[in-house]
């Protein structure tokens, strides 16, 4: 098993330009017939920052809007790529399944380029986002040296959801159906909108959300510059264990994935 996880993490080093070449490639096409191209990324989070803002800042009363939109910005901003690994994670092997079938391309390959894709469009979106933020407040250029850590840790945590997700997703095809329903549920039930003062005694729900931990690490420390040292290291710690099962399910699986497509 050691051997054939330690082959399966050469194979991804190895096919790093391939992969991050063709999700680069799909963000182009994506945005192929605009004439502003990936930075619709930027642009659609920071509309959505602005009506969402307007509404729920009236909705809480909130006293300054300012504060509040780069607390919802970034909330939004981190929530997207999680959002999107989850849901499109079950589709990874079946949308490529012909390449499965009729090349030698090893499954994780697709895993590997859908994560590049996530993290490529995050960065977009983020840097526009930083931008638009940092003309309202420019303190939050000198918080990014305390993010480094929780960067890694959301990349860390995309690669193996999406992994363990779209290897569930290919034997449990009903796994599609339901996870938007629970991403929606945990978007609604994390404090991304709102102030985790506002759940009072249901703030357990955001406690026990792994999800809202990674999101909250990050966000607090572009926004307050808080490094929060124990808890990122502990969060680095789980990461690399469900990186290694994640791995370990997929070793046992390669093989008869293509009979489920």
């Known amino acids: 098993m050691r051997r054939a996880i330690n082959n399966l993490l050469k194979y991804v080093i190895q096919t790093r330009r391939t992969y991050w070449f063709t999700a680069t490639s ?8 605009t004439s502003l191209g990936s930075f619709w990324l930027g642009i659609s989070t920071l509309l959505t920052v602005v009506c969402l803002g307007s509404v729920y800042g009236t909705i809480f009363k909130v006293s300054n809007f300012r504060d509040y939109f780069i607390y919802l910005g970034f909330g ?13 994670a079950p589709l990874i092997f079946s949308n490529n399944s012909n390449s499965l079938k009729n090349s ?27 931008l638009v933020f940092l003309i309202l407040s420019p303190n939050l250029f000198w918080n990014l040296g305390f993010s480094l850590l929780h960067f890694l840790n959301l990349f860390l945590f995309l690669f193996w ?18 996870l938007p329903v629970l991403t929606n549920l945990i978007f609604l039930l994390s404090p991304i909108l709102y102030q985790k ?5 249901y703030s357990i729900i955001a406690d026990l959300n792994p999800i809202y931990q990674i999101l909250r690490l990050l966000r607090s420390s572009l926004i307050n510059g808080t490094l929060n040292l124990e808890l990122s290291l502990m969060a680095l710690v789980a990461n690399l264990i469900f990186i290694i099962c994640s791995l370990m ?13």
Not at 107 to 127: G, K, M, N, T
Not at 161 to 178: A, N, R
Not at 197 to 201: A, E, I
Not at 249 to 261: A, N, S, T
């Open 76 to 88: 939004l901003v981190i929530w997207t790529p999680i959002s999107e690994a989850i849901n499109q």
């Open 197 to 201: 003062v506002n759940l009072g005694s």
């Open 249 to 261: 399910v997929y070793v046992k699986m390669e093989k008869r994935l293509i009979f489920y497509l």
């Open 104 to 130: 030698r391309i090893k499954p994780i390959f697709f895993v590997c380029q859908e994560w590049a894709f996530q993290v490529q469009s995050f960065v977009q979106a983020f840097l526009m986002v930083l």
């Open 161 to 178: 959801l999406q992994l363990l997700i779209s290897l569930l997703g290919t034997k449990f095809t009903d796994l599609f159906q339901l």
């Open 26 to 33: 799909k963000t182009k096409a994506r945005y192929a017939r």
